[in-house]
Nanobody, 116 residues
Framework: QVQLVESGGGLVQPGGSLRLSCAASGIIFRIVNMGWYRQTPGKQRELVAGITSGGVTNYAESVKGRFTVSNDNAKSTVYLQMNSLKPEDTAVYYC??????????WGRGTQVTVSS
């Protein structure tokens, strides 16, 4: 069974930065893609950023130029560097991974709050 553990969320002022980390553990012989989604109350979970094992990235338009996704395949870990944070970035951020033969795995989420 594959598990994802997120860390790095918290409270930050507008304009500040945070770095999220997500480590996958368990029986993993292939990572297809890892990424980050976010969700606020009453809204659907939305993609923030994703990265393939080969390093191809994609971003939501709202975070382009501010957020950077990266990975460390040797550690089965994905990171999300968030700069110039805005109050509208406040959400629960979930790590997601597609591994092995297409298994879709979710983390439990980490709260990010941007407020003065």
């Amino acid at each position: 069974q594959v598990q994802l553990v997120e860390s790095g969320g918290g409270l930050v002022q507008p304009g500040g930065s945070l770095r999220l980390s997500c480590a996958a553990s368990g029986i993993i012989f292939r990572i297809v893609n890892m990424g980050w989604y976010r969700q606020t109350p009453g809204k659907q979970r939305e993609l923030v950023a994703g990265i393939t094992s080969g390093g191809v990235t994609n971003y939501a338009e709202s975070v382009k130029g501010r957020f950077t996704v990266s990975n460390d395949n040797a550690k089965s870990t994905v990171y999300l560097q968030m700069n110039s944070l805005k109050p509208e970035d406040t959400a629960v951020y979930y790590c997601n991974a597609i591994v092995n033969r297409g298994t879709n795995v979710w983390g439990r989420g980490t709260q990010v709050t941007v407020s003065s």
